[in-house]
């Protein structure tokens, strides 16, 4: 099992960017493959993004592809989120989520809201 903690959220305009941060305790973590998830008032949750264990395969959501970035530092138990041309339909918290076969392990979450 893996807990996790994301940071990095807040207010931004549309065209900013923000970095989100996945914080990750436990040894095995660079054994986990990391996903982005996130989740819009009124909507379901849905992918935005994920890495896999060696951070050599990424794998984008067709709305993002192009403005956001995962990647992880395996050292520092560390996954990111980098979200640049930020657009107000990207507003809603954001989750990572760590596993191997499935996500079985989620934080709590971080608010992003992009204004126009």
């Known amino acids: 099992q893996v807990q996790l903690v994301e940071s990095g959220g807040g207010l931004v305009q549309a065209g900013g960017s923000l970095r989100l941060s996945c914080a990750a305790s436990?040894?095995?973590?660079?054994?986990?493959?990391m996903g982005w998830f996130r989740q819009a008032p009124g909507k379901e949750r849905e992918f935005v993004g994920s890495?896999?264990?060696?951070?050599?395969?990424?794998y984008y959501a067709d709305s993002v592809k192009g403005r956001f970035t995962v990647s992880r530092d395996n050292a520092k138990n560390t996954v990111y989120l980098q979200m640049n041309s930020l657009k107000p339909e990207d507003t809603a918290v954001y989750y990572c989520?760590?596993?191997?076969?499935?996500?079985?392990?989620w934080g709590q979450g971080t608010q992003v809201t992009v204004s126009s």
């Open positions: 890495i896999s264990w060696s951070g050599g395969t990424t």
């Open positions: 989520a760590a596993g191997r076969a499935t996500y079985d392990d």
């Open positions: 436990g040894r095995t973590f660079s054994t986990y493959h």
